[in-house]
């Protein structure tokens, strides 16, 4: 009997002590990028965030499939982007690029967003945004 209550003992204490080690669930600060990109974002619900140092999954290109083809859409030449609804873990984006043409990619739902604002860092998946527009500078 004795050793059953030190076993339960020893699995509770472990228990408690293994689901504290984990984060927050959060991100400390954005990735740093070579560039600033000035950004306003809307994201799903209608909140708007005015950033910069704007980056995609760390990086300052937005990278997904047209058709069959993989492609990558640097930010120099992006004026603004519209996320479409989740299908298949992807989203459909539609880049208005700044020569005023558009084009259209799916992009992974839970890829990432990174920025500072005035208020601090902020991130937002690709399926929490509804529209980018690139600050020309």
């Not at 927050?24 to 306003?40: C, D, I, L, M, S």
């Not at 708007?48 to 300052?60: D, N």
């Not at 930010?75 to 479409?84: E, N, P, Q």
């Not at 990174?114 to 690709?126: K, Q, T």
């Amino acid at each position: 009997m004795h050793q059953r209550k030190v076993a339960v003992f020893f699995v509770l204490a472990a228990f408690v002590l293994l689901t504290g080690m984990g984060g927050t669930g959060g991100f400390e600060r954005a990735p740093r990028v070579e560039k600033n990109y000035a950004v306003t974002i809307v994201d799903k619900s209608g909140g708007k965030i005015e950033g910069e140092k704007f980056s995609w999954e760390g990086r300052i290109q937005f990278a997904g499939y047209m058709n069959l083809a993989q492609v990558t859409i640097p930010f120099d030449r992006i004026k603004s982007l519209a996320v479409g609804e989740v299908r298949e873990r992807k989203v459909r984006v539609t880049v208005t690029l700044v020569d005023g043409s558009e084009a259209s990619l799916d992009i992974d739902a839970k890829s990432r967003c990174f920025g500072e604002s005035s208020f601090g860092n902020f991130m937002l998946e690709m399926d929490e945004i509804n529209t980018v527009t690139f600050k020309q500078s």
